[in-house]
């Protein structure tokens, strides 16, 4: 059962009148980068400030607000905001999607890895799961991630550290993941992004080197899907 009534801030009746805390027309308490409401006595975060309303994000900001009420410099500046769906199978996401590229006009290029060419899925009966990846084409750069399939929640941690720390696909492509897991997943797809994937042709094949265990474990559906 999926229940998607949505939530809206509870800031209506906690005398926010009696201050000089501005809120939008939905109710959202309107904060800087530092948590910092427009009145200097109260700042906000959480939910009530909008954005994401997750709580890895609402401890975000409480990290940046205790800092700040203490005098330290800090500052919300996340590149990714992991969202994870915990549906079967799981779907998580974090920074730039497709989508959302697409809406901006920004050119990205997609790198799909399809867990039917992961040995460690194929083991878990997980082969229905995808690991998608946005790269920025000239620097490489991940921009964003998306994952549909078992323990999707888990993987995203190394998506949103790669966007953080501002890698570039050869960082993950050249990161050893161990093997057999569903880790390799994002390796691959980086690969994949790459041109050399080791466990799927890359389109419009050209001198393709074609691996003995991928011959020798792979079924050919997932080879249809690309
Ligand atoms: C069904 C559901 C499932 C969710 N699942 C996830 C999930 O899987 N992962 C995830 O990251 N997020 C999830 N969320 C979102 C997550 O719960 C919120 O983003 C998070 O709790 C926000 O933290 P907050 O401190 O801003 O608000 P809250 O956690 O709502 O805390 C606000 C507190 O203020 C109190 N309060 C309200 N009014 C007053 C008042 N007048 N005086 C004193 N106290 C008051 C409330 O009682 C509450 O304790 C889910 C939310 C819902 C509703």
Known sequence: MLVAIGRQPNSDDIGLENTRVQIDKRGFVQVDDRQRTADDRIL???????GMMLAHKAMYEGKIAAEVITGGPAAFDARAIPAVVYT????????????AAKQQGRDVRVARFPWGASGRALTMGAAEGLTKMVFEPGSERILGAGIVGRDAGEMIAEAVLAIEMGAVAADLDLSI???????ETEEEAAAAFLGHSTHILPRGDSGVAVYTWLLSACSSQWLTQL
């Open 44 to 50: 906000a975060i959480g939910d009530v400030v909008g």
């Open 88 to 99: 079967d199978p799981q779907i998580a996401w974090a920074g730039l999607l497709e989508n």
């Open 177 to 183: 993941h161990a093997h057999p897991t569903l880790s």
